[in-house]
DNA sequence: GGCATACATGATATGGAATAACATGACAAG
DNA sequence: CTTGTCATGTTATTCCATATCATGTATGCC
């Protein structure tokens, strides 16, 4: 894995997901951020932690936390429920994860690197995700939000629909 | 294997959108809501569901399906998880009732009659719940999926946060 | 009335998500 | 070498959710 592999960041920052591309390099690109950001900010990338996020890497669907568990298992991990819990907790706090709350399921990142409020498309034909950004504060809920004082500190932002190609196919 | 935990929240404090209320006349007249639209609309409000509905207008807050299930017990009902699921599942599908994914709780509505797409402002302190509205389409997510192309059927929109009352407490 | 149909309820069993609690191993300071 | 920290591993348990089959109950038609 050389760390040379450039910052090939899809530059359509909104979504990867409902897009062909080219899903080698995303996988090995984003594998070489966290790593590198990993390094940068002395964080521990072990084997069960990178071995999770390329499995979420290969995917660009939710993964369940037991469907993550057995492949743990077939590549030899532990494969006790908290083997992934803490592999994704992990991951999760450091940006390169993200939880699904709808689906109790865990995507990887598709923007990592910066932090951000992310929102998501989830098809439910298909199950694929994708990514885009969500401005939290803005907006009806954030206005409602400082109307009562309510302090804001994360958002869940989730659509469930259909994706463009299962559309086509219908 | 009662599953409640609730470290009882003063009873006076209870609030909708964090704000002090006659609670009474907001449980009554949300039942009576219900029971009108009910009778309107050829939907059969039974004594399960309606109980569910009433311990759920008790709370202004989200109550898992466990405990749900242990009220109806102590209420003569049935108390396998179905019979809290299905009423539920009949309180969701009407409106009467949201679900918070980021709880797997569920709340009841606070705006009954018109169809709506709800927001959420949950305290992580208190646990209480308040209801927004939401503008789905509007805004980033909206752009997003009209730019790749896809249809937005249903939005979760929950923020995580303090509510004015922990806020001053702290 | 007798009967078909739809719908609501009930109970059993199982699967999937998540965490508590405890033990072990690796490793870096001191 | 000892100690503290962090990661991993295992056991056990709890909570969330659904599939399945059985029973009851109302309604409308013959
Ligand atoms: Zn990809
Ligand atoms: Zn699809
Ligand atoms: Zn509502
Ligand atoms: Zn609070």
């Known amino acids: 894995m050389t760390s040379e592999t450039t910052p090939a960041l899809a530059e359509d920052t909104a979504l990867v997901g409902f897009q062909e591309h080219d899903h080698e390099n995303c996988v090995d690109s984003a594998?070489?951020?966290?790593?590198?950001?990993?390094?940068?900010?002395?964080?521990?990338?072990?084997?069960v932690r990178r071995k999770v996020l390329e499995m979420l890497l290969q995917e660009h669907r939710a993964l369940g936390a037991y469907a993550i568990l057995d492949r743990l298992r077939e590549a030899g991990f532990g494969s006790q429920p908290p083997v992934a819990y803490r592999a994704l907790d992990f991951l999760v706090d450091n940006g390169f994860v993200h939880k699904i709350e709808r689906l109790n399921a865990f995507v990887a990142c598709a923007h990592p690197g910066a932090t951000h409020s992310p929102?998501?498309?989830?098809?439910?034909?298909?199950?694929?995700?994708?990514?885009?950004?969500?401005?939290?504060?803005?907006?009806?809920?954030?206005?409602?939000?400082?109307?009562?004082?309510f302090e804001i500190e994360r958002t869940v932002v989730e659509a469930?629909?259909?994706?463009?190609?299962?559309t086509e196919k219908a």
Chains 1, 2 share one sequence.
């Open 119 to 149: 929102a998501f498309m989830i098809c439910r034909k298909c199950d694929a995700v994708a990514e885009a950004h969500s401005a939290p504060a803005k907006g009806a809920l954030g206005a409602a939000a400082r109307a009562v004082g």
């Open 31 to 47: 594998l070489a951020i966290a790593e590198s950001r990993c390094k940068d900010e002395g964080l521990r990338l072990t084997p």
């Open 160 to 166: 469930e629909g259909v994706c463009p190609d299962c």
